[in-house]
């Protein structure tokens, strides 16, 4: 099994960048991970935001990130990265970072980070 850790929220006035970061560990091949992350806002359900398949060959972006953020992997850093630009206050909202074992796209993730916190101020 993989462990997960994110890193890189913080506090963002609109129109702002963040980086997100999300490190694995254990005794696993990180590269056979599709990784996603995902939010939740308060007092709403947590949502996809962004995935890429374990091969690298494809990525998945929920609609109301597609062009602003980016999500990329670098497989011998063990990391997935979550860069968002153009950030928005509706994108305020805990991260999660999630991990399946060859997994799809959009499908049942089974390991989860504890989550970093992005806030956006207007």
């Known amino acids: 099994q993989v462990q997960l850790v994110e890193s890189g929220g913080g506090l963002v006035q609109a129109g702002g960048s963040l980086k997100l970061s999300c490190a694995g560990s254990?005794?696993?091949?990180?590269?056979?991970?599709?990784m996603g992350w995902f939010r939740q806002a308060p007092g709403k359900e947590r949502e996809s935001v962004a995935a890429?398949?374990?091969?690298?060959?494809?990525?998945y972006y929920a609609d109301f990130v597609k062009g602003r953020f980016t999500i990329s992997r670098d497989n011998a850093k063990n990391t997935v990265y979550l860069q968002m630009n153009s950030l928005k206050p509706e994108d305020t909202a805990v991260y999660y970072c999630?991990?399946?074992?060859?997994?799809?796209?959009?499908?049942?993730?089974?390991?989860w980070g504890q989550g970093t916190q992005v806030t956006v101020s207007s």
């Open positions: 890429i398949h374990w091969s690298g060959s494809s990525t």
């Open positions: 999630a991990a399946d074992w060859r997994g799809a796209l959009v499908g049942k993730y089974n390991y």
């Open positions: 254990g005794r696993t091949t990180f590269s056979s991970y599709t």
